[in-house]
């Protein structure tokens, strides 16, 4: 028995006599919901929720039509299908909204009844193989019963029992009957062959509905005569067995020639087996071989259509058709073949083929490569006008002091409030009277002259560069546009990532510049091209949704790859500038030597150009080496280097773990880099590229504090190193071998 004590023993505090015990974990788990967890249940959620739409995206776009009536959220997966003929699973039969459950509960079985009386009269006295009379009755009752609900109105639920039950038996047609035990009756029938010719003339290729030019090749299957069409029954042990051939000959019709074969038209009745279909047509001496297999889905007539190559490849119409290419000669002339080849489908296969349905019937319902290159195109000329003009306009406003600089910065702001709108038709007459409509100019020219938004977001980054990067590379004789291209431009890049992230999404997603300019549909790009697709597919839900989903994946890959950027560049704009108590610059150009300049608590150290070639680890080094050398009087021996960067080189590794398995020196390493010690790690570093000119530098003493707060490397040549001193400078102007603190030789 649990007593107070035994409770205080296991949890750590008393209980109330007659309370339950909670589990230690269980306890320390709900602590830590109620002080933090919920912050990730309330994250998880938006997640979820930002999530959804996506998901609905992909589960809609792998629907058939049939599943998309039914209004189910979810997706049925196909499964191996050994036996043609067979039945169907039972409907699930929904209550009508507005109506009470009870009494619907009530007249439910009465309904049931007659529609299975009804279904009974219907059937045929012979049966396929295979098939129970009764599983079949009751099917077929149940979904007869489902339609019907659907088609009774609502004031009937109002009236008695037997006035709704007399109202569904006027539902329970013949016709209705018969359409619900074919369609709970899965089976693959074939009709006669219809032919077309290039000149649009139609030729059915049997006589009276004769269905005896269908003849079976090999496979386990057989053909059935169900009117005029012939019912193939298989029977597959597995997905993986030989597939059944069937064959149709035929004569070509008088005054038709093998090269005027346009279209076979071959209606089938698919049994939702998703089995797959290839064809090879021999007429006129040359063995015609399909490009693609056509999958048996869903349980309606369909017709399939094989095409030799003809004008129609040369359009932008729909690829309904499967098209047969030239695989040899063959011996038929005017005596024409045609063998239909049927693979079963394992359960891997069959899920593949319903996931790729929608999507492979995207691609043949418009030129989809055609409008994703526009679409690339554009963004690829978009972006790199965004990126050039607001990074070049942005160094002016931000860097440059000229008469009239922020007049000009609020008049280029104030274009922010004017709406879109207010100047579409104005730039639509200004690009027609350049004899540029119906081109794509004006969709990626303007990108080049600039974004008032673009523009103001780089101002904010630039502002946070030190302005003694500038006046460094002015004393080493770099001209404006050269210090912006080789200074300022690498500082910039996540914001030039941000901007680039920006301006594919909103140029990937344009729709209203394209409707506006374009009018030949081989310029149309992938959002346009889709909104044809939509005119021309309205009811096709399912493909419209796939065709969206493959519009959508670029844009979400995009942003999860650079999000890291995206978020950092805006991070800048709330930034007033670095402020480090000494920051340790090394930059190397062309023609200076190893000079050390000491301004405003700054170290501008540049490496000569022998090294500007060196690998960034080398120049690493370097600069912990300096860094080691000017202060090295009062360098705690416990001192560890914070060493932040997105690669880690692998030398001073090697060197560390070296150091830390001779030693026993404990080494952390975690997702920001590592630490390592100052004297070990890279003692056997410090002869690489290092002048020994500042190893005599003895008059300025610094005195470093605890710890080195970052290190931070940008560019494959340029290295910040930020230092916490407890003191400042001493002697800034002494003398180091013939090299100043100022930067320049001494006299």
């Not at 974990?25 to 309330?42: C, E, K, S």
């Not at 680039?500 to 510049?513: P, R, V």
């Not at 080691?628 to 280097?641: E, G, N, Q, T, Y």
């Not at 690489?688 to 005599?696: A, H, I, K, V, W």
Request: charged share 20%; hydrophobic share 45%; proline share 6%.
């Amino acid at each position: 028995m649990t007593t107070p004590d035994t409770r205080l023993a296991a949890t750590g505090r008393p209980a109330a006599v007659g309370t339950r015990v909670v589990h230690p974990a269980i306890d320390r788990f709900g602590r830590w919901v109620a002080r933090r967890g919920w912050i990730h249940v309330l994250l998880l959620t938006a997640v979820a929720g930002c999530l959804y739409p996506l998901i609905w995206m992909f589960l809609t776009s792998i629907k058939t039509d049939e599943e998309l009536g039914q209004g189910d959220t979810g997706v049925a997966l196909p499964a191996f299908r050994g036996q043609s003929p067979y039945l169907r699973a039972t409907v699930e039969i929904r209550k009508p909204d507005d109506v009470w459950a009870g009494p619907f509960a009530a007249v439910l079985p009465a309904l049931l009844g007659a529609a299975k009386a009804s279904v009974v009269q219907n059937l045929a006295p012979e049966l396929p193989a295979g098939i129970d009379r009764d599983r079949w009755a009751t099917a077929a009752a149940s979904l007869l019963t489902s339609r019907a609900l659907a088609q009774m109105p609502k004031q009937v639920w109002e009236q008695p029992t037997d006035v709704v039950t007399d109202r569904f038996r006027e539902l329970l047609t013949p016709e209705a009957a018969m359409s619900a035990l074919s369609d709970q009756l899965c089976r693959l029938e074939l009709s006669p062959l219809t032919l077309r010719t290039l000149d649009g003339r139609l030729f059915n290729l049997s006589a009276n509905g004769d269905t005896s030019g269908w003849q079976m090749v090999s496979g386990p299957a057989s053909l059935t005569t169900v009117g005029s069409a012939v019912r193939l029954d298989y029977h597959f042990s597995s997905g993986h067995e030989d597939p059944a051939v069937l064959s149709y000959r035929f004569t070509l019709p008088p005054g038709v020639e093998p090269g005027d074969i346009h279209k076979l038209f071959l209606r089938v009745r698919p049994d939702d087996s998703w089995y797959g279909l290839t064809a090879t047509l021999d007429v006129g001496g040359t063995h015609w071989t399909s490009t693609r297999t056509t999958y048996l889905a869903q349980n309606n007539v369909q017709t399939v259509s094989f095409q030799p190559p003809s004008f129609d490849d040369t359009t932008l119409r729909a690829r309904t058709w499967v098209l047969l290419h030239a695989d040899g000669r063959s011996a038929h002339l005017r005596d024409a073949r045609l063998e239909l080849t049927l693979a079963p489908s394992s359960t891997i296969t069959a899920t593949f083929a319903k996931v790729t349905r929608n999507y492979r019937r995207a691609f043949d319902s418009v030129p989809f490569l055609q409008y994703v290159g526009n679409s690339i195109l554009l963004v690829l000329l978009t972006t790199a006008g965004f990126l050039f003009s607001s990074a070049f306009v942005a160094y002016a406003f931000a860097r440059l002091s000229w008469p009239g600089r922020s007049a000009a910065l609020v008049l280029l702001l104030s274009t922010m409030m004017i709406p879109a709108q207010v100047t579409m038709v104005p730039s639509f007459l200004i690009w027609k009277r350049l004899g540029w409509y119906d081109t794509l100019n004006p969709l990626w020219l303007p990108a080049w002259f600039g974004s008032a938004f673009f523009i103001f977001l780089m101002i904010q980054h630039m502002k946070t560069i030190p302005r003694e990067l500038e006046e460094a590379a002015r004393i080493d004789g770099l001209g404006i546009i050269k210090t912006w291209w080789h200074v300022i431009v690498p500082q910039l890049r996540p914001t030039l990532a941000a901007i680039a992230i920006m301006s594919f999404l909103g140029t990937w997603n344009e729709f209203m510049g394209p409707l506006i300019y374009l009018r030949d549909q081989t310029k149309f790009p992938l959002s346009l091209g889709l909104f044809g697709m939509r005119v021309d597919q309205a009811a096709d839900w399912s493909m419209l949704m796939a065709a969206n989903m493959l519009m959508t994946i670029p844009s979400i890959v995009v942003f999860f790859a650079f999000q890291r950027y995206f978020i950092e560049a805006f991070s800048q704009m709330n930034r007033t500038g670095i402020s480090p108590d000494i920051e340790v610059v090394f930059y190397p150009y062309a023609g200076l030597n190893n000079t050390i300049r000491v301004r405003q608590r700054r170290v501008y150290v540049r490496i000569s150009d022998v090294l500007s070639d060196a690998p960034l680890p080398v120049l690493r080094a370097i600069a912990f080496i300096l860094v080691s050398k000017l202060f090295r009087r009062r360098v705690p021996k416990a001192l560890d280097l914070v060493y932040r960067s997105y690669t880690t080189s692998p030398q001073i590794v090697k060197s560390a773990e070296q150091t830390r398995k001779r030693r026993g020196r404990k080494i952390v390493s975690g997702p920001v880099g590592a630490f390592y010690d100052l004297e070990t790690a890279f003692a056997r570093l410090n002869s690489y590229y290092f002048d020994s000119r500042l190893t005599d530098c003895k008059k300025n003493t610094y005195l470093l504090g605890p710890n080195v707060v970052s290190m931070v490397c940008s560019g494959p040549h340029r290295v910040f190193a930020r230092l916490a001193l407890a003191r400042k400078f001493h002697a800034p102007d002494a003398e180091c071998d013939g090299v100043t603190s100022r930067g320049g030789r001494a006299k």
